[in-house]
C-alpha cells in the first residue's frame, strides 16, 4: 500500500483515459512514489493494449497522477472485455488499491450507466370511436349506456435483473369520450395491469406474477390471471403449461341473461383457472395449435336455482399462409357447461368457430404498409373466458375491415361488424350486432 499522494508515471495510460479528468490535477492528493508497484502494473496493462496513450498512440515523457484520475483509468480498465487472465488479475489488484475512489466515482458511475440500458420504456396511445349496438353480451345493447369511445394509453416499462430474468409491468388508463370521465378500470384513474418477472428456467420459461394469458388462437382465453406460466420449445414444437387466478366477480365471456321478473343471471367464475397449449409447425406456411383449459368452482345463477360446477374448455385452430400476400385463420372453441337456458329459454350454446381471411400484413415501421381483412364467426356465450378480437362473444356475424399505416409507428384500423346475438340476453329476444369502429394507435 502506499499513500494518497501522485504518481509521476508515463503519460501513457493515464492520459488516454483523461476525458473528462483534465481539472482533477487540482485535487489536493500528495504524490506516489514513482517506484510503487502501481507504476508497472500501469505500464503493463499499456504494453498488453488494455490501456491506450495519447490519440496518436505515443507516451509522451512522465505526467503527475492522482489517485482519482488512476480510479479512472483503473475503471475503465475494468470495463474492458475478454482481458486476458494475467491482465485481469492487474486489474483486479489496482480495482482493490482504489476501491475507496473506485466506488466514490468511477465504478459508480460504470453501474449507473449500465443499469439505466437495462431499463426500457415503451407504450401505446390509442383513440377510438365507436358506433352502434355495441354489447352483445349484456341484456341491453344501448349507445348511450356502453359507449366505449376512448383515449387510452397503456405504459410498459420492463427492467433488466440480470442475465436470466426481467421484471415486466404495465400501467393503463382510459378515458371515456361518452360520459367524459375515466371509467374503465373501475372508475381508478390508473390500473397496474400487469406486473411480472421473466427468465430463463433451465432450457424453457418460466413466467410469475400476473401477466397477459393466451390460449392457442385466443379463442379461449387473452386476459389476465395471476399465476405462473412455464413454456417450452422443442424444434417445431412449442408450449405452457399455466397456473393461476382470474379476477374476481367476472362472467363467461362477460355475458349476463335477463330473466322475466327483471333480474340477471349468467356463469360466475370462480377465480381459480389452470390450462397446458401446445402449438406445432407442420411447415414454414402452416402452424396447428389446441389448449385445455379448465375452471374451477363456477357458479351458475339462474332463475333462482344456484349450483357449481367446474368447466373443461377446449381449443383447436390452424393458421396457413394460402399465397404470397394472403393468410388465413381458423379455430374452434367448446366447453363441457351445458344445460342452462337464456333469456327466451333456449340452451346457451358453448361452442364456436371464428376465421379470418387476411389480405397483406401492416407494419407500424413500414410507412404506407397495409392489410385488408374479413372474419366470420359463430361464437355461444359459454365457448369462451375471454377472447382476443372484440364483440365476438355471444355473435354470429361477418366483420370486414383494413389497417394502414399513414406514418412511422402509427397505425389506423377501421372496420364494420354485422350479425345477431347467438343466445338472447334480453325477454325480448336476439338483438342485433351492428358496430363501425376507427381508430388510431401511436406506439412509442
Sequence with gaps: MFNKSTLTITTSALVLMSTGVAGAASNPFSDVPQDSWAYDAVATLAADGVIDGFPDGTYQGNKTMTRYEMAQIVARAMA?????????????????????????????VADLEKKSDNVKFTGTARLRYDDGDINATNPKADWDKDSASHAHIEYWIKGKVNDNWTGVSQIETEYNMKSDSITAYGDKDIQVNKIYAEGNFGDSMLKIGRYGEFSSYGRIIDTEISGAEYTFEAGDLSGALTYGRLK??????????????????????????????????????????????????????????????????????????????????????????????????????????????????????????????????????????????????????????????????????????????????????RQDVDIFRAQMEFYF
Aim: proline share 1%; charged share 25%; aromatic share 12%.
Design 248 to 429: 374476481d366477480s367476472r362472467t363467461l365471456a362477460g355475458t349476463k341473461f335477463e330473466n322475466k321478473s327483471g333480474g340477471e343471471y349468467g356463469a360466475y367464475l370462480g377465480t381459480e383457472y389452470s390450462s397446458a397449449r401446445l402449438k406445432y409447425n407442420l411447415s414454414p406456411v402452416t402452424s396447428i395449435g389446441a389448449t385445455y383449459g379448465r375452471l374451477n368452482e363456477v357458479t351458475v345463477a339462474e332463475k333462482g336455482n344456484n349450483f357449481q360446477d367446474s368447466v373443461n374448455i377446449w381449443e383447436a385452430g390452424f393458421n396457413t399462409k394460402l399465397a404470397d400476400n394472403l393468410t388465413l385463420m381458423a379455430a374452434y372453441s367448446k366447453s363441457d357447461l351445458d344445460g342452462v337456458t337464456d333469456s327466451v329459454g333456449s340452451e346457451v350454446v358453448n361452442d364456436g368457430w371464428f376465421s379470418e381471411l387476411r389480405y397483406k400484413q401492416h407494419n407500424p415501421s413500414d410507412v404506407g404498409s397495409f392489410a385488408i381483412f374479413t372474419n366470420y364467426r359463430n361464437v355461444g356465450a359459454f365457448s369462451t373466458i375471454d377472447a382476443t378480437v372484440d364483440y365476438t362473444e355471444n355473435v354470429r356475424g361477418w366483420t370486414l375491415g383494413f389497417d394502414y399505416v399513414p406514418m412511422e409507428n402509427t397505425t389506423i384500423e377501421v372496420f364494420y361488424t354485422t350479425g345477431t346475438q347467438v343466445n338472447a340476453t334480453s325477454t325480448e329476444g
Design 80 to 108: 474492458k472485455e475478454d482481458l486476458q487472465k494475467a491482465d485481469k488479475a492487474i486489474v483486479d489488484k489496482l480495482a482493490a488499491e482504489f476501491a475507496e475512489e473506485l466506488d466514490n466515482l468511477g465504478v459508480r
